[in-house]
């Protein structure tokens, strides 16, 4: 059994992985040049959303069965995990949105009128019906990153703040800096809002299937919303369009005119690493394995993605789902 690996790179990939491995006895090193996780990666980003079955609309059956891993793994780290379900509306005009949603998807039930009213009162005055997914769930991912830094930190891991090449036993954990040696990584920019409005409570995600701009707002607590998110084929990084931003804005708009009201706390933009398939890879090469590809998924994925990881190293519980063996 490998006894120490080093891991490159701690965005949510590396540090997932490296809490497996350390509960496996393995010892680790992390290194990243960054100082801190929100420093430079894609994963300070996201919204956290825990949306396995929301996903399935557009990806493939890896990402509903192995992201519903994902919400009891996070609590076991110490996270708080809202299991709340999430809903999924439309705006009156675009009710055929709605029904293609529920066919292509599993997970939920309809709910209309004073149930809806019940779940969220804020919605109800404007939407009438929602699909309703009971199963799925949100954490705040920038508390979810700094907590597991934190408990890696406490249980022994070693954090180096550098970008040299590591020798020995090494997992590539680095997001889309990678593409130096995994050709077919792609970005794909996401751009996101953050609001403070005390008009508008909501206490689950919401998705508004609007044709042109589709949104979900996270609730982070405190009146604090998460917009989110474009998906445009770009690897620009750090910059976020006035026009993405203002169809994030009027896609909220259209969900509740209060939003109007909210202050502009954040603008956010990263690019997500991808490949072809949109699935994540775990590629073995002889002692460096790479761990990437988490597109949408990073919070959703990576509990199962690290587990399958650990298990590679540890030769417990070793799985070719996902794994790529690169004898080139
Ligand atoms: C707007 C937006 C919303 C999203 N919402 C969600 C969501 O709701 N749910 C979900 O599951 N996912 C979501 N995602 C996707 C998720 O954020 C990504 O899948 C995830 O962040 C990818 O993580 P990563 O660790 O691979 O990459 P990163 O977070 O980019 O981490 C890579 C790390 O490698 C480091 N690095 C770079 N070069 C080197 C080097 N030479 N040596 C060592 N380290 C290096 C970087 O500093 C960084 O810390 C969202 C993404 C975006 C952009």
């Given at each position: 059994m490998t006894e120490a690996v080093t891991i490159r790179g701690a965005g949510i990939v590396g540090l997932c992985v490296a809490t497996e491995l350390i509960n496996r006895g393995v010892a680790v090193t992390l290194r990243d040049p960054?100082?801190?996780?929100?420093?430079?990666?894609?994963?300070?980003?996201?919204?956290?959303m825990l949306a396995p079955f929301c996903e399935g609309f557009t990806a493939e059956e890896p990402v509903v069965r192995l992201g519903q891993q994902a919400a009891d793994w996070w609590q076991a780290q110490g996270v708080e995990v809202i299991r709340r379900g999430s809903l999924v509306v439309t705006l009156q005009r675009d009710r055929r949105e709605l029904d293609q949603f529920a066919r292509r998807t599993t997970g939920h039930r309809l709910v209309t009128g004073e149930d809806l009213a019940a779940l969220e009162p804020h919605l109800a005055d404007r939407h009438d019906r929602a699909l309703y997914f009971t199963d799925e769930a949100h954490i705040d991912p920038r508390a979810a990153l700094l907590h597991l830094r934190k408990r890696l930190e406490d249980t022994g891991a070693r954090f180096e703040q550098s970008d040299a090449a590591p020798t020995g036993p090494v997992i590539d954990c680095r997001g889309l800096a990678a593409q130096d040696t995994l050709p077919d990584l792609r970005g794909v920019k996401g751009e996101m809002v953050i609001l403070r409005s005390r008009d508008v409570t909501l206490t689950r995600p919401v998705r508004l299937l609007h044709p042109r701009f589709p949104l979900y707002i996270v609730p982070r607590g405190d009146g604090v919303f998460m917009l989110g998110a474009t998906q445009i084929e770009?690897?620009?990084?750090?910059r976020a369009s006035a026009r993405s931003v203002m169809e994030l804005l009027s896609a909220a708009y259209a969900l509740h005119?209060?939003?109007?009201?909210?202050?502009?706390?954040e603008i956010g933009a990263d690019a997500r690493p991808a490949f072809p398939d949109n699935l994540p890879r775990i590629t073995r090469k002889d002692e460096m394995i790479h761990v990437n590809?988490?597109?949408?998924?990073g919070f959703l994925l990576s509990p199962a993605v690290a587990r399958m990881t650990a298990g590679l190293v540890t030769r417990?519980?070793?799985?070719?789902?996902l794994v790529h063996e690169d004898h080139g």
């Open positions: 960054a100082p801190s996780p929100g420093a430079h990666g894609c994963s300070w980003w996201a919204g956290g770009s690897e620009e990084k750090g005119p209060a939003f109007g009201e909210a202050e502009v706390m590809g988490l597109f949408r998924h417990e519980n070793e799985t070719s789902e």
